[in-house]
Structures are given as structure tokens and as C-alpha cells.
């Protein structure tokens, strides 16, 4: 399920089966080029890789819209907001609780996350419509399908 | 002066009847060819086209999963949509494209994807099963079959279009 007129009716009609959150998060920066280019493919692939795995798995896992951030944020304060958001919005409702990003910055406070922090590498290439491209999905969608299960 | 009166309008009656039964006839006849002429355009807007999928000689008894990619058009806006299917040769060697959308929740169900049940359809969200023909076990969440694509075989490829519920198991 997505944050989708269509998707939140059957969502409120089947509530009790959807325990499972997904909230990807990626950042924003001007600083220069090259980081600008990066930051634009993670936020692709972070979608793609999201929605891949919301098609695959509608009826349990709700994919929240993507959350963006400043790259030059002070991380710890941002954990804060980001727990914040988590307990206060999601607990309630979802009892399995990801946060999935390609920053690998976040990894160091990895620990401070209420919720489960999943990093998955992006990749490289602007193709998205290639087939290695869609092979890379097709598999990172398999790994994370399989973590996630473990939850359940 | 009243017959006068009286036969002017018999004639008119007789020329519009005419003419009213021959438009419609004329209407009738070309309706379904203006309807050929501009068929393609009703076509690319319908999203009913069929989509090459895989290479009929690809396919075995043992249900494959395919993923393909199509434009879908609602009104002005257009997004890419991956449609998948689970593909297989039936008893009678005639080709049978399930939709893998779990009737459930919407998941997707995976050919053998619970080692307890190697032969039918598992989906992994809420443990809903379906026989290897797409029917839904009972007493497993589902509450009908999996849906059927329309499909159609051109050159010895595969051509997929819209998933159609079937009946009631």
C-alpha cells in the first residue's frame, strides 16, 4: 500500500493484516554537481527500489512518501525528528518499522534509530531503464524482501 | 381543400419517414467504419494493447515468472507500470498466464514459495495459497482465483494484455 487515495481505502477496510512500514528517506544538497547527481540517482533508486517492493508485497507493507532531508544536517537532530516521526505516526499502527536509505552516513548511529535502519547500496548508472538496472532491483528487492520477512 | 391538405402531407410524411430510415441505416452502416478508421487511436488510449511478454518456446510445465514494462495513459498523465505473470504449459500443452496479484491483499504470490507446499502458489504476506491452476485453497485467505491474463500468440511470441477475474471457485 502507498500513500494513494485508492491505496488508503483498502488500507483503512484491512488494517489489522498491514503491520509493516516502510519510510525511505533521502537527502537534498546544491553544494555542487556531482553530489547533486548522486543525491538526484539515490532518490530514484531508493523509489523504484520501494515501490518494487510495495508492488510485491501490497497487502502487508505500507510504503510511506519519501522523506527528505538536508545532506549537511546535523544528524543526531535529525534522528530525533526522525524517531519523533516514527513513534508518534507509525507506532501505533505498524508494528514492523523501516527506515531504508542509501546514506551510508547513517549507519554510525545506526543504534539510535527506534525503528530498524536498513542501508542498501544505490547504483551508479542514470539508465534506470537498463537491464542490469532492472536486474539490481529485481535483486536488492529479493534481499530486503527476505530481511524484512525475518521480522515477521 | 382539406384533401388538398391531406395528400401534401401524406407525401411529406412518406419523404421524411425515408429519409428518417434511410440516415439511420446509412448511420448504422457507417458507424463501425469511422469506428476502424480511427481505431488505432481509440487503442493507444484504452491501455488495453496487448504486450509482448517472452518467446512461447521459453515456456515449460513449470510456472515461470515474467515482468514487463508498459506505458499506462490516464488521460494526460502517463507512467511506466510493471505488470508480472506467472507462465506455464497446462496437461494439454496450451499456455496458461496467471496474475501473480494475490486476491487477498494485493500481494504477490510466488510459484512453490513455501517448501510445505511445492505445487501450488504461496503468498507471503498473510500465508494465502492457490493450486497450480490459479484456484484459491480453501480455508487460506484468498476468496477467489487468481486472475488471467488475456493473451494471444503472434511469431511465436507471447502477447499479454489485461488480467480477467475468473469465476467463482
Not at chain 1, 39 to 44: D, G, H, R, S, T
Not at chain 2, 158 to 163: C, E, F, S, V
Request: with cysteine.
Amino acid at each position: 500500500m502507498q500513500w494513494h487515495p485508492d491505496d488508503l481505502q483498502g488500507f483503512f477496510k484491512a488494517k489489522e493484516y498491514i503491520d509493516t512500514v516502510i519510510l525511505p528517506i533521502t537527502s537534498i544538497s546544491f553544494k555542487n554537481q556531482a553530489e547533486a547527481e548522486k543525491l538526484a540517482i539515490q532518490k530514484k533508486s531508493i523509489e523504484i527500489i520501494t515501490q518494487e517492493l510495495e508492488r510485491n508485497y501490497a497487502g502487508r507493507i505500507f510504503v510511506c512518501p519519501i522523506y527528505i532531508y538536508q545532506h549537511a544536517v546535523d544528524r543526531e537532530q535529525e534522528i530525533a525528528r526522525l524517531n519523533s516521526w516514527t513513534e508518534e505516526m507509525l507506532a501505533e499502527q505498524f508494528e514492523h518499522r523501516f527506515i531504508i536509505s542509501h546514506d551510508i552516513l547513517w549507519k554510525k548511529y545506526e543504534k539510535q534509530f527506534d525503528s530498524h535502519f536498513i542501508w542498501t547500496p544505490s547504483f551508479s548508472m542514470s539508465n534506470f531503464q537498463s537491464d542490469d538496472a532492472r536486474l539490481f532491483v529485481k535483486e536488492q528487492t529479493n534481499e530486503l524482501s527476505e530481511l524484512i520477512r525475518s521480522y515477521w | 381543400m382539406s384533401e388538398k391538405k391531406n395528400e401534401v402531407s401524406r407525401r411529406q410524411f412518406l419523404n421524411y419517414t425515408l429519409t428518417g430510415v434511410g440516415g439511420f441505416m446509412a448511420a448504422g452502416i457507417l458507424a463501425p467504419m469511422v469506428r476502424f478508421a480511427i481505431d488505432p487511436v481509440l487503442k493507444a488510449t484504452s491501455g488495453s494493447e496487448m504486450s509482448p511478454v517472452v518467446d512461447v518456446s521459453e515456456l515449460s510445465n513449470e510456472p515461470q515468472r515474467f515482468d514487463w514494462t508498459i506505458e499506462q495513459v490516464d488521460a494526460w498523465y502517463t507512467s511506466d507500470v510493471t505488470k508480472s505473470a506467472w507462465v506455464y504449459l497446462d496437461d494439454n500443452d496450451e499456455i496458461v498466464a496467471l496474475s501473480p496479484v494475490c486476491k487477498h491483499l494485493g500481494c504477490a504470490v510466488n510459484w512453490a514459495g513455501n517448501s510445505d507446499y511445492p505445487d501450488q502458489f504461496f503468498c507471503p504476506c498473510h500465508d494465502g495459497r492457490y493450486y497450480k491452476d490459479g484456484t484459491n485453497v480453501p480455508n487460506t485467505p484468498p476468496d477467489a482465483p487468481l486472475d488471467e491474463f488475456e493473451l494471444e500468440v503472434k511469431d511465436g511470441t507471447l502477447y499479454l494484455g489485461n488480467p480477467k477475474p475468473r469465476g467463482e471457485a
